[in-house]
């Protein structure tokens, strides 16, 4: 297995550096194709930041190449969502003069901003049009499909706790997270229920096929209930937006038909597995209680800190405030970013977001409605709301500012596309075809 995935890594490799598209799956993978890599490769998990040090290296490679060749360029990029995004972050690492928690925030600082740098600053440069982000979606696809293979057959990832990872070698505390498999297995899930691309309906249904089924499987695995649950929601959702629906009759038995796969593919595993861990983490409710308690708990904590001190309600507490104020030694933050947004960073910022999801919404709906008359545009638009969705629940569950760069970059994503789209109509599929950028070019995702 270690062969395949670093086959799957050079090829990547390869692409990134012939085409800008290439790049952004690359980086929309790394962390599942890194522990992918880990899991395979002994030397790597010794050496944990070497994966993405070869991203970083890779990505610039393909930026500098993008502007000599002309195919990349600024048109549309200080959109208003980049730039209420950047303000957010300058204004975080501002906060860290008046934070109470100034040690702790300086190592999420140190940790975030090579990330913010690839993902908030770089990424965003990787698209333009509707057809590029296709191109995107095509790749992420089959080559996240590829990394959910590894996974899953890679003898070293195991089930503990009823969460699929390996071991560092250190003992519980230095198994890998599955939080990214978990991510891994919710694309796949919306990609192979909203994906569509008009004259490849034979192989394209059976990439959809394979890809929903890993991610569902992928996800049960990861134990992280909520990426699998908003996945699955996301999905029935969507579905009616990615393609005409003739009826309510037919949604209404697809996401019956839905529901019914994924709870076969649940119960299906939990016999299989004979993983008391798996059937309690996914069917026992007190777990989940407990999980939901805590958090709870947290979010409460800080807000009552930050109710307490008036003279902060404007500013906030500062960033990371949540460690000196509750005193945890064990959660770094609350998993609420929304919290912490308001706590730590205050009224003013708390407003910005606010304005920054109402404009994610106003441009999601214009996206959508601008590219209803081709099947490839409306799918590529619906799974790219979607994904932004998801990551908004995402959001509210787990990371905070700085460790949610990986999740920020598809707001940046939609803002460009749909300035793009709204301002030019959209790509057609007949205009694509004669500009030489179909939604794959032949061969290019293989």
């Known amino acids: ?80 969502i980049w730039v209420l995004v950047a303000c957010a972050y300058l204004y975080s690492l501002f906060s860290v003069l008046w934070t109470p928690s100034r040690g702790t925030a300086f190592i999420l600082l140190d940790a975030g901003y090579p990330y913010v740098g690839m993902y908030i600053v770089v990424a965003p440069l990787f698209v333009q049009r509707l057809s590029e982000w296709r191109n995107v979606l095509m790749i992420t696809t089959i080559f996240g499909l590829l990394i959910a293979v590894a996974i899953l057959f890679t003898p070293d990832f195991t089930l503990k706790g009823g969460r699929l990872g390996f071991d560092f070698g250190g003992g519980e505390k230095s198994r890998s997270s599955p939080l990214a498999i978990g991510e891994l297995g919710g694309f796949l899930m919306l990609s192979g229920a909203l994906f569509v691309v008009e004259g490849r309906k034979n192989w394209m249904l059976a990439l959809r096929i394979a890809a929903l089924i890993a991610g569902t499987v992928l ?12 996945a699955a929601l996301l999905a029935i959702v969507f579905f009616p937006i990615s393609r005409p629906i003739r009826d309510l009759r037919q949604f209404v038995f697809f996401a019956a038909a839905a529901i019914g796969f994924m709870v076969v593919i649940a119960v299906v595993l939990s016999i299989l597995l004979g993983d008391q861990d798996v059937v309690a983490r996914w069917f026992s409710g007190a777990k989940t209680e407990d999980a939901l308690e805590v958090r709870s708990a947290n979010a409460t904590e800080l807000l009552h800190a930050y109710a307490r001190s008036p003279s902060s309600w404007l500013t906030g507490l500062g960033l990371n405030a949540f460690t000196s104020i509750t005193g945890s030694a064990h959660e770094p933050y609350t998993h609420s970013m929304f919290v912490d947004v308001l706590a730590e960073m205050g009224l003013v910022a708390f407003a910005f977001l606010c304005y920054w999801l109402w404009t994610v919404a106003r441009q999601s709906i214009e996206l959508v409605k601008g590219c209803t008359q081709f099947a490839d545009d409306r799918s590529a638009a619906a799974l790219l709301v979607a994904l932004c969705c998801y990551q908004i629940l995402l959001m509210n569950k787990q990371g905070e500012l700085w460790t949610s760069e990986h999740t920020v970059v598809y707001f940046l994503l939609l803002a460009k596309i749909a300035a793009d789209t709204i301002n030019f109509g959209g790509d057609s ?5 004669h500009d030489g950028e179909g939604p794959v070019a032949e061969g290019q995702a293989d």
């Open 219 to 230: 996800s049960i695995y990861s134990g992280s209930r909520g990426q699998f649950i908003f």
């Open 1 to 80: 297995m270690a062969i395949f995935i670093l086959t799957v890594f050079a090829v990547l490799a390869v692409g990134s550096i012939v085409r800008p598209q290439w790049a952004l799956a690359l980086l929309l993978l790394m962390y599942p194709l890194e522990q992918a890599m880990q899991g395979s490769v002994y030397y790597l998990r010794s050496h944990v930041s070497m994966t993405n040090f070869a991203v970083a290296a890779i990505v610039f490679a393909s930026t500098l190449l993008g502007f000599a060749r002309g195919t990349i360029n600024l048109s549309g990029y200080f959109n208003r």
């Open 429 to 433: 599929v007949d205009d694509v075809e």
